[in-house]
């Protein structure tokens, strides 16, 4: 069965710091991959998502980035993280044929 | 592009009472629809989805949904709650399947003993 791997569960960074979160999906090949951000009240901001290796699509404007380095594996970085970066970074995977996003358990950020 | 709007973003209702949160959609194409449990601190789990074929989709913990189209609705509904239904929810519209998922704003949804 397919398992997707979401680390870490919650971090606290100040501003200015950088920031690496990643994912891993587990018992699936080529997925299409997605990082969406959840602030309070504001539901589920689509920030990428990537259909293969190398292919990364930006939904939103930001000092965000993500990279796939592997079919598998999925990176949301920043160079330096500002206040408003604060929230709950979900990722998520999905196969083909109408099936749905199966999401990782999320990651808290808070940037103080 | 789809778009999703929840009405009401706190539905509060009585252990054993009826369930009904809305969800509208707008898209220009047959939608996939899906909808979304969220409990605190945790990843979303799918409820039910309706891409093709019967409107009426059952999913689990007894929710259910209705696609109607002439109403772009997909309303959630489940005929006795119980308070471990108490979570955030989230209805989503797709265009393309596998691709984006555009989310609603959630409904908070209180069980009261």
């Known amino acids: 069965s397919q398992t997707i791997h979401q680390w870490p569960a919650t971090l606290v960074q100040p501003v200015g710091s950088p920031l690496s979160l990643e994912c891993t999906v587990e018992g699936t090949s080529n997925p299409n991959l997605y990082w969406y951000r959840q602030a309070a009240g504001r539901g589920l901001q689509l920030l990428f998502y990537s259909v293969g290796i190398g292919q990364i699509s930006s939904e939103v404007p930001q000092n965000l980035s993500a990279s796939r380095p592997q079919d598998r594996q999925f990176i949301l970085s920043s160079k330096k993280l500002l206040l408003s970066d604060s929230g709950f970074y979900l990722c998520a995977w999905a196969g083909t044929g109408g099936s749905p996003l199966h999401f990782g358990n999320g990651t808290r950020l808070t940037v103080t | 592009a789809q778009s999703v709007t929840q009405l009401g973003s706190h539905v509060s209702v009585s252990e054993g009472a009826l369930v009904l949160l809305r969800c509208n959609y707008s898209?220009?194409?047959?939608?996939?629809l899906f909808w979304y449990v969220q409990y605190p601190n945790q990843g979303l789990q799918l409820l039910l989805k309706?891409?093709?074929?019967?409107?009426l989709v059952k999913g689990i913990n007894g929710f259910e949904a209705e696609f109607k189209k002439s109403e772009t609705s997909f309303h959630l509904t489940k005929p006795s709650a119980h308070m471990s239904d108490a979570a955030e929810y989230f209805c989503?519209?797709?265009?393309?399947?596998?691709?984006?998922?555009?989310f609603g704003k959630g409904t908070s949804l209180l069980v009261t003993p």
């Open positions: 989503a519209v797709s265009e393309r399947s596998g691709y984006a998922l555009n």
């Open positions: 898209s220009s194409v047959p939608p996939y």
């Open positions: 309706y891409t093709t074929g019967a409107t």
